[in-house]
């Protein structure tokens, strides 16, 4: 008689001491690889970029890439969660800076860019638990359709296209950027 086997169960130490360990989310103890391609990755960048600018030249706050994991969920304290980007306003982590480990306050934006190979349900629900958590803005780009839909707690999904104009509201004031700086030249959207 041979003996079960048992899945082994990560913890969130174990993503920090793994290499490449950003590369997963964590969800019931179970990794789950995260779909970035070089497409997602590059305007995942920019974006970042932009935000982390305008953030430092108006000493607004700090602001995070895809390998900063949040471990911010009170339906799973072990579940963490690695978005694309994100922001934190200034005066909210003791002396504005980073923990060591995973951030364990929620975003005040985060953002998801999407890539060819991930679910909608997945981006839908990995949003949904963020805005449970608490954070207050999320952005989520579609390279393929050039579109950004924008979700608020409580609020209805704004979808922005390409001639649109993409604002930081309240969390990021006076933050702007068009749609289509967001999105490189090569990406054609599919629907004309």
């Known amino acids: 008689m041979s003996t079960p086997q048992t899945a082994i169960r990560y913890t969130p130490e174990d993503l920090l001491s793994m290499e490449g360990g950003h590369r997963y989310d964590l969800v019931n103890g179970q990794l789950v690889e ?3 391609g070089a497409e997602s990755s590059r305007i995942a960048q920019l974006i970042n970029q932009r935000i ?3 953030a430092d030249s108006q000493q607004r706050g700090l602001v995070w890439g895809p390998d900063c994991g949040y471990q911010i969920f009170t339906d799973d304290p072990n579940k963490v969660r690695y978005p ?3 922001f934190i306003t200034r005066g909210r982590l003791p002396d504005d800076l980073p923990p060591r480990g995973h951030m364990r306050i929620p975003a005040d934006l ?4 999407v890539s060819p190979h991930d ?3 997945e981006v839908d629900h990995k949003v949904d638990e963020f805005l449970r ?3 207050r803005l999320i952005w989520v780009l579609y390279p393929d ?3 950004v839909l924008v979700y608020r707690p409580g609020s209805a999904v704004t979808r922005l296209s390409n001639a649109d104009e993409l604002s930081g509201e309240d969390v990021l004031p ?5 749609i289509n700086e967001l999105f490189p030249a090569g990406v054609i959207s599919q629907n004309g």
């Not at 985060?110 to 860019?113: A, K, Q, S, T």
């Not at 006076?174 to 068009?178: A, V």
Request: proline share 0%.
């Open 34 to 36: 995260r779909h970035m």
């Open 52 to 54: 982390g600018l305008f």
């Open 84 to 86: 694309d980007g994100s």
């Open 110 to 113: 985060m953002i998801e860019v």
């Open 119 to 121: 679910l909608a349900w």
């Open 133 to 135: 958590a608490g954070v």
């Open 145 to 147: 359709t050039r579109t």
């Open 174 to 178: 006076g933050f702007t950027c068009r």
